[in-house]
């Protein structure tokens, strides 16, 4: 894949790298390549960031046919990049593209892609322990066209975010509400796709739950409002009688990279980890019980966020005396050393920019 660059004449003073947040800063440059039928993906380019112009007919303000994705790139502390398992982003992207009948792209030229705009941005990269370049790839629908059918025209964008920690609390355990009202995803809808409409049913629940002085909401399927589906931003994780247990895939959830990557290493290490159906009513039993030993949630922009607090309907449940585990934080330490370089990847997981 050919990409021209276009480098901006007017960089942006680089960020105060100790109090970065998340999601708030963004580097110089973003890469663009467009889709139209017929032609398919075509033109694709590093530009300086700037403001996209589209019709506001265009189908994506009116039938949400987009996704997005979602990595990071890391500085070690021998001047290498690292970006961490970018091909199972790339694969999750294509499937999502499938349930939305949006184009695929070639996974080695989204691999390029990444690449090339990181390489362009790389003195963005933060250094500092729990930094990290955030990466938002995503695919819009353009057509100026009112009418439900998929869009015939399409434009793939990258940007990249110098991020601190994800939750202001960092490795410190988060309150978590149990939603009893609202519901995200059913199976056979798209609550496994990395879309903005899965975000936008989540809000409100968010919204609930902020107001009630929590960071986040616990998800229970669509049908029965019984077994646990996943936190809005991460997947979940219960130690349970010394067995780490997680929502199997079923359809209704994100099949979270940093999910997949926390089982195989949670098994590689000895522990007993398994995925099934999880009720709220078995965790709060095992709570009552006294063997609930931990609960964290996984993704990309968190790591691992140990859960310190559960409530449900009224009912809260005070996990491992508001501290992290010994199991959260081993998967935490082993994940980020990989991430970072610190630790051998015996699993080939990072590839390297250079």
């Known amino acids: 894949m050919e990409i021209t660059v276009t480098k901006t004449t ?45 019709s506001p007919a265009a189908m994506v303000f009116h039938y949400a046919q987009e996704m997005f ?3 990071k ?9 690292l970006l961490f398992r970018p091909d199972k982003n790339i694969e999750r992207m294509n499937n999502t593209n499938i349930r939305l009948c949006i ?11 990444i690449k090339a705009v990181v390489k362009i941005d790389k003195d963005w990269i933060p250094k500092d322990e729990g930094t990290s370049l955030y990466i938002r790839p995503s695919i819009i629908s353009t057509d100026a066209h009112l009418g439900v059918k998929p869009a015939k025209h399409y434009l793939f964008c990258i940007i990249l975010s110098p991020v601190g920690a994800y939750y202001p609390e960092g490795l410190n355990p988060v309150k978590i509400f149990v939603e009893d009202q609202y519901v995200r995803a059913v199976k056979g809808g798209i609550g496994f796709a990395k879309t903005g409409g899965n975000y936008a049913a989540s809000l409100i ?9 929590y960071a986040q909401v616990l998800w229970l399927d669509g049908i029965e409002h019984k077994y646990i589906d996943e936190v809005g931003a991460m997947n979940v994780f219960f130690v349970i009688d010394g067995e780490v247990l997680t929502p199997a895939l079923e359809g209704n959830i994100l099949p979270g990279v940093t999910r997949n990557s926390s089982l195989a290493l949670l098994r590689s290490l000895g522990y007993k980890a398994n995925e099934r159906r999880i009720s709220i009513e078995e965790v709060f039993n095992a709570y009552k019980n006294g063997k609930l030993d931990e609960a964290f949630g996984t993704g990309t922009a968190a790591v691992v966020s140990p859960i310190g607090e559960l409530n449900w309907e009224g009912n809260k449940m ?13 998967l935490y330490d082993t994940l980020t050393g990989i991430q970072w370089g610190r630790i051998k990847d015996d699993f080939g997981w990072t590839v390297e920019v250079k």
């Not at 007017?10 to 580097?27: M, S, V």
């Not at 629940?205 to 002085?213: C, H, M, R, S, T």
């Not at 005070?318 to 081993?330: D, L, V």
Request: charged share 25%; proline share 7%.
């Open 10 to 54: 007017a960089p942006k003073a680089k960020p105060d790298f100790n109090n970065l947040g998340f999601g708030r800063i963004f580097t110089d440059h973003m890469f663009l390549m467009n889709y139209d039928e017929g032609q398919g993906w075509h033109d694709a380019r590093i530009e300086p960031f700037h403001d996209l112009t589209l």
């Open 69 to 71: 994705e979602g990595l």
């Open 205 to 213: 629940g968010q919204q609930k739950a902020a107001e009630l002085g």
């Open 318 to 330: 005070f996990i491992n005396n508001g501290e992290i585990g010994p199991i959260s934080q081993k």
């Open 73 to 81: 790139a890391y500085y070690t502390k021998d001047g290498r990049i």
């Open 103 to 113: 184009p695929q792209i070639d996974p080695a030229d989204a691999l390029e892609a």
